[in-house]
């Protein structure tokens, strides 16, 4: 079965600074998508960014990007100019090419420092 | 569009009872779910569907049903609810595209506390 890690259960950032929250996971499939996803306080699940495997180059949304490196089996989100409406609960999931199954990261709890 | 919605946003059971959470999308979305979050665990996949008289169990579907009758309808019954069933639950939706899901869209989640 994959396995998501995000070994960081709690971070903060000053608010305009950058911060990147780090994910692994393991799988021994080629073809696959990355995903994060946003919970703040309202509970309300957003994707943030998603990521195929088979793509080179690294997915953005305006100030979120990732840094995914398919070897090292990693994934990072990194935020520009953090606001403080991005703190937040951050989850990492994957689901391989296929599957009808998502596997979601224990998150990390993002505090965003005015 | 309303997306997904799921009711009811807050229960409390006794041990032993059973209860039905609803979710219902409108995007027409052939593939729903529902998850688990409990602190500290991220989210748990219950069970899920594919279409249509189509289900299937995820990580964690002991004490827990599904059917759908409907693409719209996707309710979750707990037959014999556990204090260990005390949770949030969150339903979602999406298409299936060739190679993969989609991006998921949730509902607003469930908070359940069994007494």
């Known amino acids: 079965a994959q396995t998501v890690t995000q070994s960081q259960p709690e971070m903060s950032v000053q608010e305009a600074e950058t911060v990147t929250l780090s994910c692994t996971y393991d799988?021994?499939?080629?073809?696959?998508?990355l995903f994060w996803y946003k919970q703040p306080p309202s509970r309300q699940m957003i994707l943030v960014i998603r990521q195929e495997a088979y793509k080179q180059q690294n997915a953005t949304e305006n100030r979120f990007s990732v840094n995914f490196q398919k070897a090292a089996k990693s994934f990072s989100l990194k935020i520009s100019d953090s606001q403080l409406g991005d703190a937040a609960m951050y989850f990492c999931?994957?689901?391989?090419?296929?599957?009808?199954?998502?596997?979601f990261g224990k998150g990390t709890k993002l505090s965003v420092i005015p | 569009n309303a997306g997904v919605t799921q009711t009811p946003k807050f229960q409390v059971l006794k041990t032993g009872q059973s209860m039905t959470l609803q979710c219902a999308q409108d995007m027409n979305h052939e593939y729903m779910s529902w998850y688990r979050q409990d602190p500290g665990m991220g989210l748990r996949l219950i069970h899920y569907?594919?279409?249509?008289?189509?289900?299937d169990q995820g990580e964690v579907p002991n004490g827990y049903n599904v059917s759908r009758s409907t693409t719209e309808d996707f309710p979750l019954r707990l037959l014999s609810a556990a204090p260990s069933q005390t949770s949030v639950y969150f339903c979602?939706?999406?298409?299936?595209?060739?190679?993969?899901?989609?991006?998921?869209?949730f509902g607003p989640g469930t908070r359940l506390t069994v007494t």
């Open positions: 999931a994957y689901t391989g090419a296929g599957s009808y199954q998502l596997t």
């Open positions: 569907s594919v279409g249509a008289g189509i289900t």
């Open positions: 799988t021994s499939e080629s073809d696959y998508y």
């Open positions: 979602a939706s999406s298409y299936y595209k060739s190679g993969g899901l989609g991006e998921q869209y």
